[in-house]
């Protein structure tokens, strides 16, 4: 299904309680497949309570580039969901392991 250019990342953030994800989850997640050839999203899906969410940030995310700010400014404008926070503290920490990750393959 992904080609061999392809990564698998997750990205987890800690969550409020008060949210209804943490009833189902005890963090949020978002796992991107990356194109590590381009550093495009090809793939993505969260620890959402509700479909609609999942295609949603998959909306979001599919075709910028992961270590690119575009995506928390993305995030930011278009998602106001009770875990808005938690999302783009979940897509920071994939951008770090991708950037940790990218750096270690290219030496």
């Known amino acids: 299904m992904f080609h061999e250019e392809t990564v698998y990342l997750i990205g987890d953030a800690q969550i409020s309680q ?4 943490s009833k189902k989850f005890s963090q949020f997640f ?3 497949v990356v194109d ?3 550093g495009r999203i090809v793939d993505a899906e969260c620890s ?5 969410t999942v295609r949603f940030v998959q909306s979001l995310l599919v075709g910028k580039r992961i270590d690119d700010e575009e995506v928390i400014a993305c995030i930011q404008n278009r998602y106001f969901g009770a875990s808005q926070k938690a999302l783009i503290a979940a897509i920071r920490d994939a951008q ?5 990750q990218f750096a270690a393959l290219s030496t």
């Open 18 to 21: 008060n949210n209804p994800i």
């Open 30 to 32: 978002v796992g991107v």
């Open 48 to 52: 959402a309570t509700i479909e609609l």
């Open 96 to 100: 770090r392991k991708y950037k940790q």
């Open 36 to 38: 590590r050839s381009t």
